[in-house]
């Protein structure tokens, strides 16, 4: 199986500091209220106005900060600290926050963004450093919007790009677990609500712009939710013919016809993100189960579709060595009780 290696996550890190602090181009998430509000984008955002979006630059931020715990001896790990201890800081958190209390910003990044700030906040509470204390206003703040919006979502979204719901609370649960269990109590019972009685997913993926499974996603959350026997026997009902290869687009890695269109080049992401779910779906089950190794090799021709382009083209390059990274690292052990 195909891992991360050093000589890996040093050119991944080299790569994302390359754009973390580059302003343009740059795609805003913005609405006007009034003419001043046209401004730069890092004067909205003191930290997140590079690697082109602000969601981009958060998950690049967590991308350089776990390269970091994870090889801190690596050639970058200077760089990555310097640019930290710059960047990091409570002025320049406390800008951010004035843009997430904009009347016209309740939902500014719903609920991707949301969830990819706690987790760098996560990131950052595993280093010896300021930096997550830094941070916590900005993770509570979203962390709160979590609280209120979770409860009024009424029906779940399934869809494959940033707005969907499973991914986002894959990486609210983890950043939740030892530190907001209430809010760990309501995502599992909003998803359990959504997804407990989901049977025989059709998985009418990829779509022509996704970079998220939707079928693999929300397997992924139940993984994390359910004991081991429990998510076997949901998720054998969820995708019952899966021993058969079927639906065997699942099993098929997506063909990315032009990785200069940014919306297109979103498949290599979908690739990678589906490579990171069969592998934590396949750990989840165990390997004694009849599909762990079918998941395995999908993983596997996966990650080997995509990961030669994380690099090359800037619509690709801003963001997936974000999701090659969540696919090359060993999974996390099983959750749920």
Known sequence: MTHLTPDMANGFATLTLSHLGRRYPYK?????????????????HPIFHGSFDWHSCVHGWWQVMRLLRLYPDMPQASAIRAQADAMLVPD????????????????FERPYGWAWALALHGELARHEAPWAAAL???????????????????YPLRVGTHFNIAFALTLALEWAEGRDP????????????????DRACQAWEPGGD????????????????????DFADWFHAFLPHLAQGEPATLFTPATVSDRSDGKIAHLDGLNLSR????????????????????????????????????????????WLATFALLALERPSPARGG
């Open 28 to 44: 805003m998430d913005l609405v006007l209220a009034g003419p001043q509000d046209a401004r730069e984008p890092a004067d909205h």
């Open 92 to 107: 320049k958190v406390a800008g951010e926050l004035a843009f997430l209390a904009r009347p016209t910003a309740t939902g």
């Open 136 to 154: 916590e206003p900005l993770a509570l703040a979203f962390a709160a919007r979590f609280h209120a919006f979770l409860p009024k979502l009424t």
């Open 182 to 197: 209430a809010l760990m109590a309501l995502i599992r019972d909003r998803a359990l609500h959504w997804f407990g009685d």
């Open 210 to 229: 996704e970079f998220l499974s939707p079928a693999l996603c929300e397997a992924l959350l139940m993984s994390r939710l359910l004991a081991r026997a």
């Open 275 to 318: 490579g990171w779910c069969w592998r934590a779906i396949a750990a989840a089950l165990g390997p004694g189960d009849p599909v762990a190794a079918s998941a395995l090799d999908a993983a596997e021709r996966h990650i080997a579709a995509s990961l030669p382009h994380v690099a090359g083209d800037y619509m690709g390059e801003h």
